[in-house]
């Protein structure tokens, strides 16, 4: 079972370049979300969607976009990348019901110069 | 601010030896969880408590979550090599959204 799978697995990037994350899910998980996770500060929420077609922002939702456009796939998107957004970033997915555990792909490490 | 505060942040033992981590708020949560990272992967669910007082045992691992549901403890008795990794505790706010803490990384040495 690939479960939740992040692709790429490593990027560097210029300030200002602009790029996206592509998380992929086939548990049919309706909840996706997004993370950084930056040393000593644990993981925080970026943004997240409870369906296809719909987002909502998180705690750290500034310099970054997302989309849904299918169920199974979740899109982060940098615009103009900042030294700032230096972090591995982990996509998240579980099912519409309360408190159901999330699963998490293996993360995407992302260094802007 | 952090919601939830982890202590310690960093923690090395020798084999053998009994530790506990805790995991606090001024915040009421519906449940908690614990999860459980290995380097270079994502964070694995170890367990959900969610009644005040609840305590879960995962063979070696002890999970308490406190009466007035704003803090939690995970104990490890005799720890080993293995249990290393970084350990997060998370609280459910709302209906999905999780807060987490800043993580305890755990260290034993052989």
């Known amino acids: 079972n690939a479960g939740v799978t992040q692709t790429p697995k490593f990027r560097v990037l210029k300030t200002g370049q602009s790029m996206t994350l592509l998380c992929a899910q086939d548990?049919?998980?309706?909840?996706m979300y997004w993370y950084r996770q930056d040393p000593g500060m644990g993981l925080r929420l970026i943004h997240y969607s409870v369906g296809e077609g719909t987002t909502a922002k998180g705690e750290v939702p500034d310099g970054y976009n997302v989309s849904r456009l299918k169920k199974q796939n979740f899109l982060l998107g940098l615009e103009s990348a900042a030294p700032s957004q230096t972090s591995v970033y982990f996509c998240?997915?579980?099912?519409?019901?309360?408190?159901?555990?999330?699963?998490f792909g293996d993360g995407t490490r992302l260094s802007i110069l | 601010t952090q919601l939830l505060e982890q202590s310690p942040q960093f923690l090395s033992i020798q084999e053998g030896e009994n530790l506990t981590v805790y995991c606090n708020s001024s915040?009421?949560?519906?449940?908690l969880q614990w999860y459980r990272q290995e380097p270079g992967e994502g964070p694995v669910l170890l367990v959900t408590v969610v009644t005040g007082g609840e305590v879960k045992k995962l063979k070696r691992l002890t999970f308490q979550f406190g009466d007035a549901r704003k803090d939690s403890s995970l104990h490890i008795t005799a720890a080993q090599p293995g249990d290393t990794g970084l350990y997060l505790c998370?609280?459910?706010?709302?209906?999905?959204?999780?807060?987490f803490g800043q993580g305890t990384r755990l260290t034993i040495n052989p």
């Open positions: 998370a609280g459910l706010q709302g209906a999905q959204k999780l807060v």
């Open positions: 998240a997915s579980n099912l519409q019901v309360r408190g159901q555990p999330q699963h």
């Open positions: 915040s009421v949560f519906s449940s």
């Open positions: 548990m049919n998980h309706e909840y």
